[in-house]
């Protein structure tokens, strides 16, 4: 291994639905800073803030998007078979905004996490058209269709594995930093079967994560637990958070960094 060598930094990007989107907040703090990223990996929600930003769309420019789409471009509704939501728009959407293209085609290495509801296995997709990767990692269980790809039906990445840590690791990751968007620890409100099966996966998950953190170099974790993963409002807030969680860790980022070219 050649002395001085930068290590290759690989940025896990959990799943929290609407909370995710503290992810753009920590990309713009990056960036501002100039930490690298040389890989991707990302689960749900992570999975689609990663796949843009591996496309080359800026963090602002995401922000405008979040901010301003309206629910109607992305909101296929249908009569409950498999999920309520068809996900055809966001699919397409996805597709028009990483510009058709495959995953192996991407500016910055990406991996995208789902989970195989009928074989109970996590898929891991390297390669293929990125919108139905992430069409399939951001499916809700019981609100999103699965989405069918080959002879698997695929749901959230985040049922198997939240922020998918050994994911990066497996990509080639030197360090890896894990953004973890839908721990909470305040009370949420539930009043609708969205927010039942959204606040039981959390729940979930959280206890599935507990086990795996410990494969991350660093843990950030944005304030985001006491908005609603589905509720969509707050956004700019959620953002923010993100930023000013991330903007904590900058020196510390930078420290691992300089240790880790020292060790070699």
């Not at 994560?209 to 991350?216: E, K, N, P």
């Not at 609603?228 to 510390?252: M, T």
Request: net charge negative; proline share 4%.
């Amino acid at each position: 291994m050649p002395k001085g060598r930068k290590p290759k930094v690989g940025l896990a990007l959990g799943s929290g639905g609407a909370r995710g989107f503290a992810h753009i907040g920590v990309l713009k703090a990056f960036e501002a800073h100039q930490i690298p990223i040389d890989l991707l990996a990302g689960s749900s929600m992570g999975s689609l803030i990663a796949a843009f930003y591996a496309n080359g769309l800026e963090p602002q420019m995401m922000e405008k998007l979040a901010l301003h789409l309206k629910r109607k471009v992305w909101l296929d509704l249908t009569v409950p078979n498999l999920g309520f939501v068809v996900g055809d728009k966001i699919k397409q959407l996805i597709r028009l905004l990483t510009h058709g293209k495959n995953i192996e085609d991407l500016n910055i290495p990406l991996a995208i996490v789902a989970t195989d509801i009928e074989r109970g296995e996590r898929v891991v997709f390297k390669e293929g058209p990125i919108d139905q990767a992430v069409r399939a990692s951001i499916a809700i269980p019981g609100i999103f269709v699965p989405e069918r790809v080959g002879d698997r039906l695929l749901i959230d990445g985040g049922v198997i594995d939240r922020v998918p840590i050994t994911v990066a690791k497996e990509l080639g990751a030197d360090l890896v930093i894990a953004i973890d968007v839908a721990d909470f620890d305040t009370k949420i409100s539930v009043h609708s079967i969205f927010e039942v099966i959204v606040q039981a996966i959390d729940v979930m998950e959280r206890e599935i994560l507990r086990h795996q953190m410990l494969a991350a170099d660093l843990v950030i974790r944005p304030r985001v637990g006491h908005y609603s993963s589905i509720a969509y409002s707050g956004i700019q807030e959620i953002i923010a958070e993100g930023e000013r969680e991330a903007l904590v860790h900058i020196e510390k980022i930078k420290e691992m960094i300089e240790q880790w070219e020292e060790a070699q």
